[in-house]
């Protein structure tokens, strides 16, 4: 068993960490496939089940409340019923309060629709808006965020690439949570990443580096991934890159040792891996969301990055190893450990 995971999840059990960034809804459609269309040449569904849940954002708050932590959440969504859903979702794990939404006429609410055959998934289609949001719109945004952040050890920021997320607004909370010692990790999208600047923590996927560094490196040695994290860091002034290799486990870099003080040179930044723990992989929708969540519960506890990425190995354990997006409660993620 990694350390005192026990422990661990004991002083997590007293985070309170500020959710920000994509709010969507998770439609999943199961069902049986055994036979092909005569009008095209793909599957018929019989449907058995229909299942709603809190995508994006919202997966990151019900992993911080099944791991044990006290989530507040800032959403963007649109007046509708699928608004009211995620709201209704979202009370239980807020302890009875419903998020703070901020409403926007202009834009549905993101809807992903995955439709399942057995347990493979066979076709997504999304509802979306991917605009910025207008400066007034934006604006109360971050009136919600000073509302809530000062009260808080910790903020994530899940970017999806939905319009929440501007350099404006990324640099204006860089500069608030600054201000109050509060660390920000970031789950990022895009190639732009001088945008989460002054972040404690981003943690890209492998296509994610990729895509942020513009070469194919996806599946390259360890050794190229972390010469390209080391230069993504040295140029865009990140702090800590918590890189998700799927089965290869995860690979921190760090400007400082994540066991402990000292400031380092971006271009030399300690290394450290973390085999993945998963037995089998059914499904890896919402990993990161859990390696977000458990980042920002640990640092919001004041715990280092390693016992982060000690209980985010173990936490996306558990749920790449369930059907559609998922979330690890302690019991599930000490019975992982335990395993080992």
């Known amino acids: 068993m990694p350390r005192d995971i026990g422990g661990i999840l004991k002083k997590i059990s007293s985070a309170r960490v500020l959710c920000l960034g994509d709010l969507m809804l998770d439609r999943y459609i199961y069902g049986q496939a055994t036979r092909l269309s005569p009008e095209a040449p793909v599957p018929i569904l019989v449907v058995g089940r229909e299942a709603l849940m809190p995508g994006g954002l919202g997966n990151v708050v019900m992993n911080l409340h099944s791991l044990g932590a006290s989530p507040l959440a800032v959403g963007l969504a649109g007046r509708d019923r699928e608004a009211e859903t995620l709201s209704e979702l979202l009370a239980g794990a807020l302890g009875g309060a419903a998020p703070r939404l901020v409403m926007d006429e202009s834009r549905p609410t993101t809807v992903k629709t995955r439709v399942v055959a057995g347990i493979q998934q066979v076709v997504r289609y999304d509802l979306e808006s991917e605009s910025p949001m207008s400066e007034r719109t934006e604006e109360r945004y971050r009136l919600e965020i000073e509302r809530l952040l000062p ?27 600054d201000a109050l010692g509060i660390p920000v990790v970031v789950d990022p999208k895009g190639d732009d990443y001088l945008t989460y600047a002054g972040a404690a923590l981003v943690t890209p996927n492998r296509q994610e580096l990729a895509l942020a560094v513009g070469k194919n490196i996806a599946r390259a040695s360890e050794e ?26 995860m690979t921190l870099l760090s400007q400082t040792d994540p066991a402990g003080p000292g400031p380092q040179d971006a271009a030399r930044a ?37 016992a982060g990425a000690e209980l985010a190995t173990l936490a996306a354990a558990v749920v790449v190893g369930k059907v559609g997006t998922a979330t690890a409660s302690p019991g599930e993620i000490l019975a992982a450990a335990a395993a080992l």
């Open 224 to 249: 190229v991934l972390v010469a390209a994290g080391r230069d993504l860091m040295a140029r865009c002034r990140l702090k800590n890159l918590l890189v998700t290799r799927s089965e290869d486990g």
């Open 270 to 306: 300690s290394v450290r891996h973390f085999p993945a723990k998963a037995r089998e992989v059914f499904d890896v929708s919402g990993a990161g969301d859990t390696v977000v969540a458990a980042m920002g519960a640990a640092l919001a506890s004041g715990l280092d990055l390693t």
């Open 151 to 177: 009260g808080c050890g910790a903020a994530v920021v899940s970017d999806y690439g939905k319009g929440v997320v501007s350099r404006g607004l990324a640099r204006w909370l860089m500069g608030r949570a």
